[in-house]
Every structure is written in C-alpha cells, then in structure tokens.
C-alpha cells in the first residue's frame, strides 16, 4: 500500500540558509500536518492543511511557511535557519471525513543546520 | 490547552509478558479522543490504538487494550504477550472533537519501551 513519501529524508544546511522540505500524501486522503520533533523529544504540530487550504496553525515560527498544492502534496518552506531548526520534521496525511486522529506519518525529514 | 503527561520515560518486558503504559491528560471539554502512536527505532509512527471519549467501552486492538478512566482522565495501554517487534517508543496523543478536517494532535513525551529476549 502506498505511504506517505517525504523528501529529502537528510537535509544538511548552514544559518541563515533557506530549506524546503516536500511531503506527498496517501493517494485520496485531503489533509496534510507537519511536525517537528528534536532529539528525545515528542513531535510538536506546526501547521495542517484540509482541502488545499490552512487548517489550524500550532508552533510555527514566523520564518516557516507551508501550503498545500492542488494535487494535495504539501511543502515546508523554512528560512533564515538556526540551530534549533535541526530536528526531524514528520508529515502526516489522513481523510479528513474518514476516523478522526488516525494520521499516518512518514518517515521523517531529517534537518541539520550547522 | 489540553496535556498529556507520560510519567514513565523508559520501560522494558520479558518477552511474553504484560506491560502497562500510563497516560493522564487534562482538558476542560468532554468531547475528544485519545490515541497511542507507535514510534519503532528508525521507523515512522503508526497509530496503535484508539479510543472515543464518549465511549466507556475500552478499546482493544489484538494484543493491546486501554483502560481508559474519564473521571480520572487516565489513559493507560497494556501490551499483552509482549513481542520483540514491540520495541519501540509510545506516544499517547490527544485531540479535540471540532467538526473539522483536520485534526492536530497533541502527544506525550513518550515511554520508550525495550522487550527483552
């Protein structure tokens, strides 16, 4: 069956650095979440999209941006990285009409600022 | 703001033994559903188990089951039979009812779970 597919999984950046990270979602499903999550740490929501369009907005800092394209595939734009940024980044589909909270993720990007 | 509060950070079972995961949480609504993720090392996360609020039938998935305790506002997860490919890291995760598309969800800090030969 087909997963969720994110791209690039690795990502080695400097500060200041601009990173665009790519999530393609299970075929039909219409909503599309991001998560970042540091090292031992549990994922933190920055942002999910329903239907093309901003769905509710968690974490994200002013210099992340996202959307949501008309074949449903979403990206993570981030800028002016910083140290903190290096983290794995998770996005997740699911339907939104189908069973609420099953969200199913992919493997994660992995971002490095240095 | 809802929480969830995972108090065990690590745990480890023989394998074919019972585990008890805990979770509490907090929030002032009462509509809402309760899940744990399933985190194994290098692997994405998969929804292991699910339960609705305002169902006070606890859920069970083969060899999970939750005791879920409103009142309390607990929600622990036992793995029965415990197998190697259970090791993994468990998030219990939060989320409100709205009507919406899409639902965000908030997770604990985890418990990572080690099954032992």
């Known amino acids: 069956a087909a997963g969720v597919i994110q791209s690039p999984r690795h990502l080695i950046k400097e500060k200041r650095e601009t990173a665009t990270l790519k999530c393609y979602p299970i075929?039909?499903?219409?909503?599309v979440y991001w998560y970042q999550q540091g090292p031992g740490q549990d994922p933190q929501f920055l942002i999910s999209?329903?239907?093309?369009?901003?769905?509710d907005k968690g974490s994200i800092p002013d210099r992340f941006s996202a959307q949501q394209f008309s074949d449903y595939h979403s990206e993570l734009n981030m800028s002016s990285l910083e140290l903190g940024d290096s983290a794995l980044y998770f996005c997740a589909s699911s339907l939104g009409r189908g069973r609420i909270g099953e969200l199913f993720f992919g493997e994660g990007s992995r971002l490095t600022v240095l | 703001a809802q929480t969830v509060t995972q108090s065990q950070p690590e745990m480890s079972v023989q394998d074919a033994e019972t585990v008890t995961l805990s979770c509490t949480y907090d929030t002032s609504e009462n509509n809402y559903y309760l899940f744990w993720y399933k985190q194994p090392p290098s692997r994405q996360m998969i929804l292991v188990i699910r339960?609705?609020?305002?169902?006070?039938q606890n859920a069970t998935e083969n060899r999970f089951s939750v005791n879920f305790q409103k009142a309390a506002k607990s929600f622990s997860l036992k793995i029965s039979d415990s197998q190697l490919g259970d090791t993994a890291m468990y998030f219990c995760a939060f989320t409100l009812y709205s009507g919406a598309g899409s639902y965000q969800l908030t997770f604990g800090k985890g418990t990572k779970l080690s099954v032992i030969p």
């Open positions: 075929p039909r499903h219409d909503t």
């Open positions: 339960q609705e609020a305002y169902k006070q």
């Open positions: 999209f329903y239907e093309k369009m901003q769905s």
